[in-house]
């Protein structure tokens, strides 16, 4: 959903008729037998499922438009530490927009706050479109040292690219052998996928299509919207995420599965693109609640957690309408306003 936005013009919005292709996949989905689980490349051990969400580095620092505070002044952390978020995947739509990163000492600061608060971070290391990706990787982890930090859970260097491009597979490739180079031991995964046919539109999120990447990375993060779609049919979040997972894990030759991308319409804005339609305050908690109660009762089969699209509203991408990401958000305002699905986190601690 993220990089996306820019690398195809269309941003959030490109998959309003992919959503449906996928919609229709999962409908006459049948469960899959699961491999086993292998251990090597998997994550630091964890206790229960990691749930978490997405979140702009606009919301985690002070002074922009966009940062977080708690009723009692608290920033993003204390929002984390009432809610039972224990990880976050770190994204930058100002860096996506403009070209200006944020600095080290904000992202370090970010990162022990993370590791003081006991949260995890998935950090999100392609930049923009005008770029080469191992750019923005190498001021990250080496440049910033990001790579050496505690915090540091698993290493995204890629969202949704074009896995069927023999140039992006190149880049995705040399992404992966410099992050291992600089952070021995951290995973690598990479968020999402699409496939360009030689006509037609993208196909996105293809459980198929992970056969491109599978040698690339140590945890598969697939992405999964559609989910108010699928409950106004008749489709719980529960089966809606079930299915797809099935097929994905028959695809992911054993390794870890993580739910790296999820959401839903809270109804105060639009939630544009994903093949998403209008929700409500009351359908997006229980989307919320179903999909985390999936997670859960998938850890035995190697589901390590997720994390939802997108805690707060973000820097938004000239000319796409909604890409702020006001319709997808769990805690509005600065977070004077939480949502009812934001509190779904604290009924699936374990």
């Known amino acids: 959903m993220y990089r996306s936005s820019i690398r195809t013009k269309a ?3 490109r998959r309003g008729a992919s959503g449906l292709v996928i919609f229709a996949l999962l409908a006459s989905a049948a469960s899959c037998s699961t491999p086993p689980l292998k251990s090597p490349g998997t994550p630091k051990e964890t206790t229960g ?7 702009d580095m606009s919301s985690l620092v002070p002074g922009t438009p966009y940062t977080l505070r708690t009723s009692s002044g608290g920033d993003f952390f204390d929002f984390a530490r009432q809610l039972g978020i224990k990880v976050i995947r770190i994204v930058d739509s100002r860096e996506q927009v403009t070209g200006q990163e944020y600095t080290k000492a904000e992202y370090r600061n970010v ?13 999100l290391t392609s930049g923009s479109a005008r770029e080469p990706w191992k750019t923005q990787e190498q001021l990250l982890l080496q440049t910033y040292g990001l790579a050496k930090l505690p915090a540091l859970w698993m290493i995204d260097i890629a969202n949704e690219p074009t896995v069927n491009s023999p140039t992006i597979l190149s880049e995705l490739k ?41 040698g690339i990375v140590n945890v598969v993060s697939p992405h999964l919207y559609g989910y108010t779609q699928a409950l106004k049919s008749g489709k719980s979040p529960q089966l809606w995420t079930r299915s797809f997972l099935s097929q994905v894990r028959h695809y992911a030759q054993g390794k870890p599965i993580f739910l790296e991308e999820w959401g839903a319409s809270n109804g105060v804005a639009p939630a544009s693109g994903a093949g998403e339609v209008q929700g409500t305050l009351e359908t997006q908690a229980t989307i919320y609640q179903g999909v985390l ?30 890409s702020g990401n006001t319709g997808w958000a769990i805690v509005l305002d600065n977070g004077s ?12 601690l374990n």
């Open 11 to 13: 941003g959030k919005l």
């Open 49 to 55: 499922s990691l749930n978490g969400v997405n979140v």
């Open 111 to 123: 990162y022990n706050q993370a590791a003081a608060s006991g949260i995890k971070i998935i950090q």
């Open 174 to 214: 040399a992404a992966a052998s410099y992050a291992h180079q600089v952070a021995p031991g951290i995973p690598v995964t990479i968020g999402g996928w699409k496939f360009q046919p030689p006509t037609g539109q993208l196909i996105w999120q293809r459980p198929s299509d992970l056969s491109y990447i599978i």
């Open 293 to 322: 109660g999936e997670v859960d009762a998938e850890r035995h089969l190697g589901l390590l957690g997720s994390t939802s699209w997108i805690f707060s509203p973000r820097y938004p991408f000239p000319g796409v309408t909604g």
């Open 337 to 348: 306003k939480v949502l009812p699905a934001a509190n779904a986190f604290k009924d699936h």
